[in-house]
Nanobody
Framework: QVQLVESGGGLVQAGGSLRLTCKAS????????MGWYRQAPGKERELVAR???????HFADSMEGRFAISRDNFNNFVWLQMNSLKPEDTAVYYC???????WGQGTQVTVSS
């Protein structure tokens, strides 16, 4: 069974950075499109960024320029580098296999003002 395990969340001050890691246990990881999503309290889950199997990336408008997504197809990792964090970035961040609709358990990111 495919599993996605996130790590790297935590508490950071506004303007700081965090790097989230997603480790996939999937033999077919290299052909998957992978995404990072987030859900803030009282809000719907939203796309943060996604990366195709070839490394093409797409970002939500509010994250472009501040966040970066990357992957390692050999070791089955996806990363989300978050810079210039704002209090409104506070949310649970989820790794998602966009190809087969599998979710990780999420990791909390809290940005203090």
């Amino acid at each position: 069974q495919v599993q996605l395990v996130e790590s790297g969340g935590g508490l950071v001050q506004a303007g700081g950075s965090l790097r989230l890691t997603c480790k996939a246990s999937d033999r077919r990881f290299s052909v998957k499109t992978m995404g990072w999503y987030r859900q803030a309290p009282g809000k719907e889950r939203e796309l943060v960024a996604r990366i195709s199997r070839l490394g093409n990336t797409h970002f939500a408008d509010s994250m472009e320029g501040r966040f970066a997504i990357s992957r390692d197809n050999f070791n089955n990792f996806v990363w989300l580098q978050m810079n210039s964090l704002k209090p409104e970035d506070t949310a649970v961040y989820y790794c998602h296999d966009d190809t087969t609709d599998i979710w990780g358990q999420g990791t909390q990111v809290t940005v203090s003002s």
